[in-house]
């Protein structure tokens, strides 16, 4: 069973930097693609940026740029380097992961970890 354990958020002024951290369980064989999702209140769910086991990344346009997906493979740990924040990333981010492409749905979801922007 895979279980998506997320740390590291919290609330930063504008243009601050929070690192997220995903330590993933049960979800070490074959190809797969990991990413970071966010919700903000009264808004859909939207897809941040991806990895796959071939290190392709993904990133919405709002954020290329500013964020970095990374995955270690070794510690079975994905990261969110997210830089020049802005309110507008206020939301709470989740961590996902499905075997497969990163083009797929069905993905499995962590508890989620709250990213708080202030001007």
């Known amino acids: 069973q895979v279980q998506l354990v997320e740390s590291g958020g919290g609330s930063v002024q504008a243009g601050g930097s929070l690192r997220l951290s995903c330590a993933a369980s049960g979800f070490s064989y074959g190809y797969r693609c990991m990413g970071w999702f966010r919700q903000a209140p009264g808004k859909e769910r939207e897809r941040v940026a991806v990895?796959?086991?071939?290190?392709?990344?993904g990133y919405a346009d709002s954020v290329k740029g500013r964020f970095t997906i990374s995955l270690d493979n070794s510690k079975n740990t994905l990261s969110l380097q997210m830089s020049s924040l802005k309110p507008e990333d206020t939301a709470m981010y989740y961590c996902a992961a499905r075997w497969g492409t990163c083009s797929g749905a069905n993905f499995t979801w962590g508890q989620g970890t709250q990213v708080t922007v202030s001007v």
């Open positions: 990895i796959d086991s071939d290190g392709r990344t």
